[in-house]
């Protein structure tokens, strides 16, 4: 049985603790928070769980086995490096860390002690993104072409990250998983209307050694909430629509041709192939309920999680990147 601990109980972390309670071969001993009321809430609901305020308590305590991390992002790597010199497993609310240097520390020590370190990238647990890797895989869609996506809505405005740190990550974390490489070059623009604010509205495009592009939209203020992702590929496309209840995933067989004229042949034409759409039907479970599964597994069993520290670590160095080059009005940033 493995005995967690999670520390933050504020936005995400009661989802966490939610869907962790559910899980085989796993229980919650211990919510850790700073605030007495959240403490309390957790009480509440929770009543055999060990409330705590300070997280050198839990660090501390023999019987815990992984700490789960759910506070803001600057306390990422303090609180996980801590966590694994106590010699706990950990898994880490996204983005993994702040900084590169920081997300290779905490890989490096995960790997030097030999535990698991996990970032949660909750969309690559999700129902569609688990069909759409199967689609890859399955070399379904061909030759990839491209990965563009729009994130936007009405707030949450962040304090302490950009608008690229808080929803993009998301979306880099799908095309980390779906294209299996990572970029060779990253250019961001953007913009504060807020002042005193962070960035809230950012174009960010991923450009690969090859004729992969990946292009990403988010943005806090906006009138209307869109989450869409087209992936393209040389023999079929798909749009991931994650508003849609019913219909999330839809493949195209759509795409072009290129055939020779019979009147010249050093002359060629661009043909249009249009087939059929249909949407696969999706698994109804929820995203942190198979991740938390998979954490506990990859404890037990001594794997290596899908969102490991390393890919954590890739995605922090594309968000550097892109800050990098938002801060220089765009100029492209090398990895």
């Known amino acids: 049985m493995i005995s967690l601990a999670v520390i933050g109980y504020g936005y995400w972390g009661p989802n966490l603790v939610r869907n962790f309670m559910q899980v085989d071969h796993a229980h919650i001993r211990a919510v850790c928070d ?29 019987e815990i086995d992984a700490v789960v991390i759910a506070t803001p992002v600057g306390s990422h790597f303090e609180l996980g490096m801590r966590a694994l010199e106590a010699g706990k497993h950990v898994l880490i609310e996204k983005p993994i ?39 890859v895989e399955s070399g379904e869609l061909g030759e990839l072409y491209y990965y563009d996506s729009v994130r936007v809505n009405l707030g949450l405005f962040q304090s302490d990250v950009s608008v690229i740190w808080d929803l993009a990550v998301h979306d880099l974390s799908i095309m980390d998983r779906l294209f299996g490489a990572s970029p060779c070059r990253v250019s961001a623009t953007g913009m504060a209307h807020v002042p005193g604010e962070p960035v809230n509205i950012a174009y960010l495009t991923c450009s690969f ?26 023999e079929k496309m798909v749009v991931f629509d994650d508003i849609d209840m019913s219909e999330k995933v839809k493949v195209y067989d759509k795409g072009v041709v290129m055939s020779s004229s019979p009147q010249n042949t050093l002359q060629r034409h661009v043909g249009y192939r249009t087939g059929d759409m249909w949407a696969p039907r999706l698994d109804n479970v929820e995203a942190l309920a198979v991740e938390a599964e998979h954490f506990v597994d990859c404890i037990i069993n001594s794997k290596t999680p899908i969102t490991d520290g390393h890919a954590g670590l890739r995605i922090v160095r594309i968000l550097e990147a892109a800050s990098a080059s938002l801060g220089s009005n765009g100029a492209p940033v090398e990895l």
């Open 209 to 234: 050694v090859d004729t992969r592009i990946a292009h990403f939209h988010v943005n806090w203020l906006a009138p209307v909430k869109v989450r869409q992702t087209m992936l393209c590929g040389s």
């Open 34 to 62: 700073a605030s007495a009321e959240r403490r309390a809430a957790a009480e509440k609901i929770y009543p055999g769980v060990i409330t705590l305020a300070d997280p050198t308590d839990v660090f501390a305590d023999p």
């Open 97 to 135: 860390a702040s900084s590169v240097a920081e997300a290779e520390a905490l890989v490096a020590e995960a790997d030097r002690r030999g535990l698991v370190l996990m970032v949660d990238h909750t969309f690559i647990y999700t129902s569609a993104v688990r069909k759409m890797h199967e689609l």
